[in-house]
């Protein structure tokens, strides 16, 4: 068994913060606050779940499985879209499409046939795999979905001349979907690729930690970073085609009461 990280162990944790605060005081940039209240967040949130989750993972109901994951999904959806500020009303569910489309069917794949799990439902492997591919399309999507739709605005008078001269939707936007693709994909990729040399990744540390195989920690790690890929591009698309549904009108023109402020198109 690992040893237990005390609650004074945790409190010398969080005077590390101390450092970025100097930094941001010295260089005169103004995110203490906001920083402090995103790590207060996060520590509320992390406690709240770990009570939640340890009456989970007693009951390993697959219907309350099932629900915490959906949950999981629909505060992605939520955090998506408000971190892209869009309207909320219009692309909330489109997004949520796409989160579930990219991330629910492939964790059922994995579930089924990469970890070959007896039910596919169990609390611990649902959860925490979900979680990871969750956390990772969220970021993809935030930058993928944002990219697109900043870069077709700044190219606004180019996409409406490919429009004129013919092309349908689709082929005119092609070359933004690219775009948004590419910028979330770098992130990931270059990840991948320093793997193993560079850094060892949270689930493969833990597993190491909790005093698992080597080999078999680095088995889970190829797995869960294929599915995290594959899900990465998965949401990115789906989150790109299904908005694009609600973005534009008929004659293929963006609407802009979808943008709660005009993206950046600096």
């Known amino acids: ?78 955090e998506s879209v408000q971190r892209q500020e869009m309207d909320l009303k219009s692309l909330y569910l489109p997004t949520l499409g796409a989160f579930l489309g990219g991330t629910f069917l492939i964790l059922m794949y994995v579930n089924a046939f990469v970890i070959d799990l007896a039910n596919v439902f169990e609390a611990p492997y649902l959860i925490p795999i979900g979680g990871i591919l969750l956390g990772n399309s969220l970021g993809g999507t935030i930058i993928g979905v944002g990219n697109f739709y900043s870069s077709l605005k700044r190219n606004e008078n180019r996409y409406v001349s490919r429009l004129s001269f013919g092309a349908g939707m689709n082929e005119a936007l092609m070359p933004y979907v690219r775009k948004g693709l590419r910028s979330s994909l770098k992130p990931a990729v270059g990840d991948i690729s320093t793997i193993g040399i560079v850094h060892l990744p949270g689930m493969m540390s833990g597993q190491l930690i909790a005093g698992a195989s080597p080999f078999l920690a680095i088995k889970y790690q190829i797995a869960v970073m294929v599915s995290v890929y594959v899900s990465t591009v998965t949401c990115v698309t789906l989150a790109i085609f299904l908005t694009s549904r609600i973005c534009f009108d008929e004659y293929g023109m963006l609407k802009d009461h979808v943008f709660r402020n005009t993206p950046d198109v600096a």
């Open 1 to 78: 068994m690992p040893d237990e990280i005390s609650y004074t162990g945790l409190f010398f944790g969080f005077l590390l913060l101390i450092i970025p605060l100097l930094i941001m005081r010295y260089v005169r940039l103004n995110m203490g606050k906001e920083s402090l209240t995103a790590i207060l967040r996060m520590t509320i949130q992390l406690f709240l779940a770990g009570l939640f989750l340890t009456f989970v993972f007693d009951m390993n109901n697959p219907v309350l499985n099932l629900l915490w994951f959906f949950l999981m999904v629909s505060f992605a959806a939520f």
